[in-house]
C-alpha cells in the first residue's frame, strides 16, 4: 500500500459537487470486500493489518539475531517474543502463572471483595464488567466524555446473546462449547454447568 491519495478508488462519472462521498470512494466501495473473518473493512483496518505484518517481523528477526548486546532493543524484544513461543515451557508452566488471580477470584465472597478484585483486574487491563474510555460527545462532536462502557462480554454485543435466528444460536453454541472447554482445561468441576 502506498501513500498519498490512491486514484484507483475514485469514482469520476459521479461529480464531485453532487455526491463528493461516493466520487472519493465509489471505486473502492465497487471492488472492495469484506474478508470473511471480519466484520468491517476500510483504510483503517488494512493499515492494521499492515502494522501487525511489521510488528511481526521485527519480533521474528529480534528473535532470530545471533548473540545481541544485553540490554539492547533486539536482545529484550527477541527474549519476550521467544518466551511466548516456547510452547513446552509454557505447557510445563501450566496454571502456574495466573495461580494468584484464580485464587483470588474464587476466594472473592462479599461486595468489597468483588470491587478490589475488579479493580486489580482493571488494572491489569482485563476490563471485567465495564470499561473507562473518552470519546466525543454524541450531541457535541467539539467536545470530548469520559464514560463507561460494558465490558467483559465474550460477544461482541447483545444481540449475540438475546437474537434466536438460526446463525446466533449457532455462534451461542459454539461459544458455550468455547467456554466449557476453557473452564475444564483451568480443571473447574462443574465446566459444562458454569459455562
Known amino acids: 500500500m502506498g501513500s498519498g491519495v490512491e486514484l484507483a478508488y475514485l469514482d469520476r462519472t459521479v461529480p464531485p459537487c453532487d455526491d463528493f462521498y461516493r466520487f472519493a470512494n ?6 472492495a470486500a469484506i474478508p470473511p473473518e471480519e466484520r468491517a473493512w476500510g483504510a483503517f483496518a488494512e493499515l492494521r ?20 548486546a544485553r540490554g539492547t532493543p533486539p ?4 527474549d519476550f517474543f521467544a518466551s511466548g513461543m516456547d510452547e513446552a515451557a509454557i505447557e510445563r508452566a501450566g496454571l502456574d502463572p495466573i495461580a494468584g488471580d484464580l485464587a483470588r477470584i474464587d476466594s472473592a465472597r462479599t461486595a468489597e471483595d468483588r470491587a478490589g478484585l475488579l479493580a486489580a483486574l482493571h488494572l491489569g487491563r482485563a476490563f471485567p464488567g465495564f470499561v473507562f474510555t473518552v470519546l466525543p460527545d454524541a450531541k ?23 437474537n434466536d435466528d438460526a ?3 449457532t455462534i451461542r453454541e459454539g461459544y458455550l462449547a468455547h ?11 462443574a465446566a459444562q454447568r458454569d459455562a
Open 26 to 31: 465509489g471505486g473502492w466501495l465497487a471492488t
Open 49 to 68: 493489518d499492515r502494522n501487525q505484518a511489521v510488528l511481526r517481523e521485527i519480533l521474528e528477526s529480534s528473535a532470530q539475531e545471533p548473540q545481541p
Open 75 to 78: 536482545q529484550l524484544v527477541g
Open 140 to 162: 457535541d462532536s467539539r467536545t470530548t466524555l469520559f464514560q463507561i462502557q460494558q465490558g467483559g462480554l465474550g460477544l461482541p454485543d447483545r444481540d449475540y446473546y438475546l
Open 167 to 169: 446463525r446466533s444460536n
Open 179 to 189: 467456554l466449557t472447554r476453557m473452564l475444564e482445561l483451568l480443571g473447574h468441576q
